[in-house]
């Protein structure tokens, strides 16, 4: 079992910036993939970014390249995510979540995919 806390929501303008957190417990963290998907009111679940248990590989949605970075460190067991740039439209409760299973491309995209789930941090970005 992993135990996945998300942390670092909240409210900001649009144009501002905030870092979520996501800390991980019971399993050896750094043989993980760890993803971000986020939820707005009234729509599906959606992939936000992954990163491979090492760091060397990163993907994200395009909606976000350019404005988020994913990054891990594996000895605080701990997944970042640092939103710059941020619009209305990022609105959403975002989930962390992670899976033993080194996935790519769209696999990384995939919900069904991931085992372990945060009980997710709201953001709200203010126009």
């Known amino acids: 079992q992993v135990q996945l806390v998300e942390s670092g929501g909240g409210l900001v303008q649009a144009g501002g910036s905030l870092r979520l957190s996501c800390a991980a417990s019971g399993r050896t963290f750094s043989d993980y993939t760890m993803g971000w998907f986020r939820q707005a009111p009234g729509e599906e679940r959606e992939f936000v970014a992954a990163?491979?248990?090492?760091?060397?590989?990163?993907t994200y949605t395009d909606s976000v390249k350019g404005r988020y970075t994913i990054f891990r460190d594996n000895a605080k067991n701990t997944v970042y995510l640092q939103m710059n740039s941020l619009k209305p439209e990022d609105t959403a409760v975002y989930y962390c979540a992670a899976t033993r299973a080194v996935l790519y491309g769209l696999s990384s995209r995939s919900s069904t995919r991931y085992e372990y789930w945060g009980q997710g941090t709201q953001v709200t970005v203010s126009s």
């Open positions: 990163i491979r248990w090492d760091g060397g590989y990163t």
